[in-house]
């Protein structure tokens, strides 16, 4: 697995008329947005994406919950939400079906960011929780047709991790603190869940572009 050019052959096919939807799963660094991304470049009149992210719950939900300091884990996003909204798109309704983003600046989502139109026929998916065995998280996994674990060796994806959050304004020991703290956590949780994926694809040797 080398190039996105290797998994094209791998997408789940739509039969006439209808929608798949495809779910992308991975510890957080895995390259779940990056491959994601890049699916939905392969034809972007026929694909589109709706990660997770955008379920993330706002500031203002948290802080309410007590639960501001844990933004990014399971508990911190709508799993219920993503699973009707996951339910809408896979029905392919005549309208364009509009989903949040999340806006890594503002570190919100956005609400209706996202079009979908009626066209598309293959629906991506990522985000760190689609495959735990939870309320909220079994429904948003039933309506995906396929779901795939993205693999990379630990420390490469940690390192990369620690990279983007450098990029996106923490400090250096900031960035480090927040991978210990929160994200090795969640990683592990996701890692768990890899055995309930319907393919495990090893992104190690992976190249972009
Ligand atoms: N094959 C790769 N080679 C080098 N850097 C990569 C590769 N895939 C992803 N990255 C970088 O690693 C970081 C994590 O990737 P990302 O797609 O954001 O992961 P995820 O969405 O799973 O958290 C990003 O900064 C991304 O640009
Ligand atoms: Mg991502």
Redesign the pocket.
Known sequence: MRTIHDLHHLLPRPAPNERVVLGLV????????????MIAALDPAAHALVPLDGFHLADRALSGLGLLDRKGAHETFDAHGYAALLTRLRSRPAETVYAPSFERDLEQPLANALAVPSSSTLLVT?G?YLLLDAPGWREARSRTDETWF?D?DPAV?RS??I??HI?FGKEPREAEAWVRRVDDPNAALVGATRHRADRVLD?TA???A
């Open positions: 991975g510890a957080p660094g895995a390259g779940k947005s990056t491959v994601a991304g990522e760190n993205l990379v994806r990369r991790l990279d983007r990029r992104l992976w190249a972009p």
